[in-house]
């Protein structure tokens, strides 16, 4: 039914751990509701809307990392700076997007700098 096709549509959230968790209760801390609105942010840009973030990894109090729907490209954050590394990547976002299609992954844990790998492409 229409509760199972929403169901499909829930992050992955690893990395960290509830303590004492029960069934119906709310174990959302700080770090995960921050990852998750970092999460709902990125997938507002248009180089993810066909390509969306689904998964958040809490590695640390000093990283997350997030993963596409196609597991092609993560993202890495410090949760500290979610708002400044956001405004960092929106301007370069034009410039990421075309290197999308190798694109490996956007590190902006760095206050002034994004960082971007590429997928190492073998020729024939």
Avoid at 44 to 51: D, G, I, Q, T
Avoid at 69 to 85: A, L
Avoid at 90 to 100: A, P, S, W
């Amino acid at each position: 039914g229409p509760e199972a096709s929403n169901l499909t549509k829930l992050p992955l959230i690893t990395g960290i751990a509830a303590k004492n968790p029960t069934p119906g209760n709310n174990v959302a801390d700080e770090e995960i509701i921050r990852g998750l609105k970092a999460m709902h942010n990125l997938n507002l840009l248009s180089m993810f809307k066909k390509n969306p973030i689904e998964s958040v990894h809490i590695n640390s109090k000093s990283r997350i990392t997030f993963l596409t729907k196609n597991k092609n490209i993560r993202v890495y954050m410090r949760p500290g700076m979610v708002q400044q590394s956001l405004k960092n990547l929106t301007l370069v976002i034009d410039t990421i997007e075309k290197y999308e299609p190798n694109l490996k992954h956007i590190d902006l844990s760095f206050k002034n700098k994004v960082v971007i790998k590429n997928r190492k492409i073998l020729k024939k």
